[in-house]
């Protein structure tokens, strides 16, 4: 299915940030804002909500350290005991090392691929951007087109906060 | 919003401007390899070839082509291998905890520096793999079912917690890495005319289209793969260090070896970063990235750091005294003017004497200068794990079994060879992959250059939002205050 998008091309990225404000205050949804690096503030300015990632990083840090210690305890307290150096089988500050590795090896992997998978990125031959400039210096300001959505009001609304070139651009939809 | 002070003055000098920071990146990613880059390729290749052949002398004949004996059973192996996990560490340190500390200047030279840290845990590997002898039964270091081979690994034994440590470190860096190339990737992808490379860098750019709620996720992931990524990299050469540390050797068993080894790893690795940094400003045009005033503050880190180790080995040295125990004591005497002096008073001179001068600003701004004491300073630090090592093993306490290492020319092959690894990914990586993190150079673009953004805070000074380069020369030795 194919849409169409009007595309706000910024320049700088105070008056992206400006542009958005008015653009939502004049009730048109954006549907995306390309960007050649993260801007800070864009979040509140789109209204994106908080990511819950760090929640799930610490699950999954939580799951890496229980892993650690079942593994170590029941391997070398219950599975095959043995007595190493006259110290007890399941003596716990020497499992300290492990369960920290594992933890930051559970929690870096699993946030890493969740983030992967929920932002559907994942390694494709083709690439179907808005524009090729929003990866080099430009600003891109994704609006869809709807059935009677007027091009030459949006258009004006656009250039009158500072967008300088408005282009229209049809992409197929994942 | 952070507040963003309006005297600094840029971090990227000459004006550049977003466009400017994509042309001189991709450059030499688009260009046809240079002579010189061929030159050097050249050279690495060599040194791995000589790498191949000292693996195979090792594998084939076993580890008697080394020089080690039965007194000293521990010697380059795994001081190339301390010397090289250390060193990877500065790249952890400048792109995760240099990002907590929102020290801006990371931005030109983490990508590089992270590189580093991955092919330097590489060339780490390489020692207790081989030292294993076989090494196609490296797989007995997994806790893996008995009958797969070993019994279960043993957990309270310092070498399975590197195993752990390592592997960990190593993967986390890469991924680190690898998320921070994804949005590069993508700018390389657009810009790409042959379909080879297009395709090629659509791939590795994982889809990457640089949308709001990307990014959103992308800083958030970044700062959570920082956060674990600091108290990791003080693990890993924690962990390296009780290898030596848990044991009963004189000059081995001291508590103050883990912090003592972390700055020594945070020192030996800034001096590789400058190293490298000094050579790919000037090769591949990046002096206005990599400014002087990078050089300046990275020299202060190995500055503050070689203090560190300073102290530290006064204090072992205090201690071996305070302690009153004969062994420990003749272990330290025997260091300093043993039959190991030389290596001794050369880990002193290096380590110890010669980042002082980094006191004075002339030395600091000097990039020869900085250059040579870069190199001095990964010499001292060979020498560091070299004295720890052989000169607590050599005489143990039975003097009928003193004895002396003399490294074989298979051992000086591998440690040369791992040079040569290095170096040969390393050169690899700065033709194909973009040495500076293009999205966060552009990030901080404008910092210092107007009174920061006019969005969302209460900044009214800047009246002017579009970009205003300063004129200020480049390679022109600024300074974020007044004080210096």
């Known amino acids: 299915m194919t849409k169409r998008y009007a595309l706000g091309i910024f320049e700088d990225e105070d008056v992206l940030l400006h542009a958005i404000e008015n653009i939502r205050a004049a009730g048109v949804k954006i549907y995306d804002v390309f960007s050649p690096y993260p801007i800070h503030g864009i979040d509140d300015a789109l209204g994106i909500e908080r990511s819950r990632l760090p929640i799930a990083a610490f699950f999954y840090g939580l799951c890496g350290l229980s892993f650690a210690l079942w593994m170590q305890i029941y391997m070398m307290g219950f599975d095959w005991p043995m007595i190493v150096g006259g110290k007890p089988h399941i003596g716990l500050p020497a499992f300290i090392p492990v369960a920290f590795e594992l933890t930051v090896l559970f929690t870096a992997h699993g946030m890493m691929i969740t983030f992967f998978l929920i932002s559907k990125l994942w390694p494709r031959w083709r690439v179907p951007v808005m524009d090729v400039r929003s990866t080099d210096d430009k600003f891109v300001m994704a609006i869809e087109l709807k059935e009677g959505t007027d091009l030459a009001q949006l258009t004006q609304l656009l250039r009158s906060n500072g967008a300088s070139e408005v282009n229209e651009k049809e992409m197929t939809k994942e | 919003m952070q507040h963003v002070s309006p005297v600094r003055i840029p971090l990227v000098t000459s004006g550049k401007t977003y466009h400017d920071v994509t042309q001189d990146v991709c450059r030499q990613v688009e260009a046809k390899p240079n002579i010189r880059w061929m030159a050097a390729l050249a050279v690495a290749l060599f040194f791995l070839g000589i790498f191949f052949y000292s693996v195979y002398r090792t594998l084939w004949y076993g580890i008697g082509e080394w020089g080690l004996n039965k007194t000293v059973d521990w010697a380059w192996d795994i001081t190339n291998f301390v010397w090289w996990v250390g060193i990877g560490h500065a790249g952890t340190l400048i792109s995760a905890v240099l990002l907590l500390f929102r020290q801006k200047w990371r931005t030109s030279i983490n990508r590089a520096a992270e590189a580093m840290t991955i092919f330097a845990v590489i060339c780490a590997a390489m020692f207790p793999v081989l030292h294993m002898g076989r090494p196609w039964l490296a797989y007995w270091v997994l806790p893996l079912q008995n009958t797969w081979g070993s019994l279960w690994v043993n957990f309270n034994s310092p070498l399975l917690w590197d195993v752990f440590a390592i592997s960990t470190y ?16 993508a700018t390389i992808r657009d810009r790409a005319k042959g379909p080879i490379a297009r395709r090629a860098y659509a791939l590795l750019s994982f889809g990457w289209k640089g949308g709001a709620k990307h990014w959103s996720r992308y800083e958030t992931v970044s700062l959570i793969l920082a956060g674990v990524s600091t108290p990791l990299v003080l693990s890993v050469h924690t962990i390296v260090s009780m290898d030596f540390a848990t044991s009963v050797v004189p000059g081995w068993h001291t508590t103050i070896f883990p912090p003592y080894f972390v700055a020594g790893a945070i020192f030996s690795g800034f001096a590789m970063v400058l190293t490298l940094m000094l050579i790919t400003r000037v090769v591949f045009r990046l002096e206005d990235y990599i400014t002087l005033e990078h050089i300046a503050l990275m020299n202060k880190i190995m500055m503050i750091t070689g203090s560190i180790v300073g102290v530290a080995y006064i204090t072992e040295f205090f201690i071996a005294w305070y302690s009153q125990v004969e062994f420990e004591q003749y272990a330290f005497i025997n260091r300093a003017t043993g039959p190991y002096w030389w290596a001794y008073w050369s880990m002193m001179t290096c380590n110890v004497i010669s980042p002082q001068l980094v006191w004075i600003r002339r030395i600091r701004y000097s990039i020869p200068a900085t250059f040579i004491l870069s190199i001095i300073v990964n010499i001292g630090m060979w020498f560091e794990r070299f004295v720890i090592i052989v000169t607590s093993l050599h005489r143990d306490y039975l003097p009928s079994s003193w004895a002396m290492f003399s490294p074989s020319i298979i051992d ?62 480049a390679s022109a030795p600024v300074n974020y205050n007044k004080h210096d």
């Open chain 2, 412 to 473: 000086i092959g591998i440690y040369v060879g791992t040079l040569g690894l290095f170096f040969t990914l390393f050169l690899l990586f700065a033709k194909f992959f973009p040495v500076i993190n293009m999205a966060e150079v552009k990030s901080i673009l404008k910092y210092g250059v107007d009174n920061g953004p006019t969005y969302g805070g209460n900044n009214t000074g800047a009246q002017q939002s579009s970009y205003r380069p300063t004129g200020a020369p």
């Open chain 2, 170 to 185: 190593f993967s986390v860096s890469l991924v680190f890495w690898y998320t921070g190339l994804i949005p590069d990737f």
